[in-house]
């Protein structure tokens, strides 16, 4: 509601105020006045940005030039994707025969749209900035690579992105792929034995009647991975854990997965598609209860 506030109240201030400036940088763009809603003056702003914007002079602003992109990027969520995305390719284009703006552009995408403190974290819309950077040449090589490992994660775990075929070693000792995984709705549970988030979170789900009895039933398949190779530790571990849960070592788990956040969570359908990703366990238990009690009517009623 904040954030809406806010683009309502800038918007209103462009539409009122056409030499409201970004520091002293550039004029932002005014919507005409036959543009009355809210999504046109919005795709109208951000199609339009940086046309004043002389990026030569901007480059010896940073700390200008960043705020500026800020806002730009504050007023997409009110746009259409086409615009958005359009928008994105058109300064990316611009600029990717140019090491320095690419580079400027790239960090400030990945600091809006990625960073753990980003103000509005979009893996959509970040994905764009990444895929570009990381196969642009121009730019410095170790920058390049960490760009293409961004993109890589986000097109493999991001909403919507099906999970490819990661290579895992069941807690049997047999190896296969995470195709090999089934279930009808499948959550992932990214495990370190020494965390104590995650080990709380375990305890939570499998104390959890309503879980117990979704994974019992076969509606819920649970997977603890282990984001490194197999070893000892590790065995002994995936030994505690409940014995209808499947336990499995991915060493690579860090080139598919985002796992910043501890515990990590993704909820995935039976097409190991993903569907949620970066819950609290508590909404989650509470979404699970939910299916739960379906579960318990549907059975009721046959």
């Not at 919005?42 to 602003?61: E, G, P, S």
């Not at 611009?94 to 690419?102: I, N, S, T, V, W």
């Not at 809006?112 to 994905?127: I, V």
Request: hydrophobic share 40%.
């Amino acid at each position: 509601m904040k954030r809406l506030k806010y683009a309502i109240f800038l918007i209103s201030l462009l539409g009122c105020f056409g030499t409201l400036r970004a520091s002293t940088l550039f004029v932002y763009p005014t919507p005409p006045d036959t543009m009355e809603h809210l999504q046109q003056r919005c795709d109208y702003i951000v199609d339009h940005f940086w046309d004043r914007c002389k990026f030569d002079y901007a480059m010896l602003h940073p700390d200008e030039f960043h705020a500026a992109f800020g806002n730009w990027i504050e007023i997409m969520p009110y746009a259409t994707a086409d615009t958005v995305h359009t928008a994105i390719d058109k300064l990316t284009q611009r600029f990717e025969k140019k090491a320095a703006e690419f580079t400027a552009i790239s960090e400030m995408a990945r600091h809006w749209l990625h960073d753990d403190t980003a103000t509005y974290r979009s893996d959509e819309l970040y994905l764009q900035f990444a895929k570009a950077a990381g196969a642009n040449k121009k730019i410095d090589k170790n920058l390049r690579a960490s760009y293409a490992a961004d993109a890589k994660r986000l097109e493999s775990s991001m909403i919507g992105a099906t999970v490819p075929a990661v290579p895992v070693e069941m807690s049997d000792g047999s190896k296969g792929t995470f195709d090999d995984i089934k279930g009808k709705a499948i959550l992932l549970i990214f495990d370190d034995a020494k965390d104590f988030d995650i080990r709380m979170a375990r305890a939570r789900f499998n104390s959890s009647p309503a879980v117990r009895n979704l994974v019992d039933s076969g509606e819920l398949t649970i997977v603890d991975i282990y984001p490194y190779a197999a070893d000892d530790t590790w065995r002994a571990h995936a030994a505690e854990l409940p014995q209808n849960w499947v336990s499995v070592a991915m060493p690579q788990a860090e080139e598919y997965f985002e796992m910043r956040r501890k515990p990590q969570m993704y909820y995935l359908n039976s097409a190991h598609t993903v569907l949620l990703k970066d819950m609290e366990i508590d909404g989650l238990l509470d979404v699970l209860n939910y299916a739960n009690q379906v579960l318990t009517t549907k059975n009721s009623n046959k």
